[in-house]
């Protein structure tokens, strides 16, 4: 019996070691038939915060909200300038507000600094700095710009709109918790000056209608880019905003250089070729034409000639 069973045994042992290479070498041929994973995963992933994600920021409501706003702007504008109408003095205060550029280019400045301001509280505090102060000037404006001219303010009143679009410009490359506090000055004086331009607009009728629609389109101006921009504040907006600064001060130092230019003198222009140009002076000297003096003909060399012809034999 001892020996059957150790014959058993062997035939066993000899069984097993016959199985286990061929499992191995299936686990191998298994192993080489894997796909190689592609090279993209082995990358080591984009931190969060670096750059933001478009597709997801379209998807909310704040970016549809936003970007409505700004269409809904660019959609009147549309319109007023396509359909023929008489203008009403709403749409010519909209309108005005468009025609001073280089406030213009301020108030976006000021979108571009509530975009980037460090919370929320930051940025509601800039638009409403630049309510208030453009509400309160053109509610108060005759009182308030009487001071204005009885002050030293008045002497150099010209150099506020250059120094709206420098301040703004400067705001933006404020670092810290200072850039809000700087925005919010910048949105002051925005507002100052822009109310000047408004507020000396002496329209006599419709006033009340043409300011209304000066703020809303300000407010436009500066709302509406802020909150689109804001849908996609992170570090990313920092050097755009700086470089949007930067053409802001330069900006307004040529607006600056120009208002100390000479002024060329009114001189008439030459008379376009061709054209003739009879002049007779009121104090009896000889007219002129084409700038040239014509002769004076009084008749005495006429009746000298006749007196002559008649003493002849």
């Not at 003198?265 to 070729?273: D, H, I, R, W």
Request: overall charge neutral.
């Amino acid at each position: 019996m001892s020996k059957r069973r150790q014959q058993q045994r062997a035939r066993q042992r000899a069984r097993t070691a016959s199985a286990v290479p061929s499992a191995s070498a299936a686990k191998s041929q298994s192993v080489k038939l894997q796909p190689a994973k592609p090279a993209a995963e082995a990358l080591p992933p984009v931190p969060a915060g670096t750059r933001p994600d478009f597709r997801r920021i379209s998807r909310t409501a704040g970016f549809r909200w936003s970007l409505g706003l700004v269409l809904l702007g660019f959609l009147g504008l549309g319109l007023s300038q396509a359909i023929p109408h008489d203008y009403g003095f709403l749409e010519l205060g909209f309108l005005f507000t468009l025609s001073v550029y280089d406030l213009v280019l301020a108030m976006l400045g000021l979108a571009v600094a509530a975009a980037v301001a460090p919370g929320a509280r930051e940025m509601r505090i800039i638009f409403a700095t630049f309510l208030v102060v453009l509400v309160a000037m053109l509610s108060f404006f005759d009182p308030i710009f009487r001071g204005i001219m009885a002050s030293p303010l008045g002497e150099v009143l010209y150099l506020v709109a250059p120094a709206a679009v420098i301040s703004t410009g400067a705001a933006l490359w404020v670092p810290g918790r200072w850039a809000g506090p700087a925005a919010a000055v910048a949105a002051a004086i925005v507002a100052f000056s822009f109310s000047l331009f408004v507020g000396l607009d002496d329209l006599g009728i419709g006033i009340l209608d043409f300011t209304t629609g000066t703020v809303l389109c300000a407010l436009w101006l500066v709302v509406a880019p802020a909150l689109l921009l804001r849908q996609f504040r992170g570090p990313w907006l920092v050097i755009p905003s700086r470089i949007v600064g930067s053409w802001l001060v330069v900006i307004g130092i040529i607006v600056l250089g120009s208002l100390y230019m000479p002024q060329p003198e009114n001189v008439a222009p030459p008379p376009p070729p061709g054209d003739l140009q009879l002049v007779i002076p009121e104090d009896g000297s000889a007219p002129t034409l084409n700038g040239e003096e014509l002769p004076l003909d009084d008749g005495s060399q006429t009746d000298g000639s006749q007196a002559g012809e008649g003493t002849q034999p």
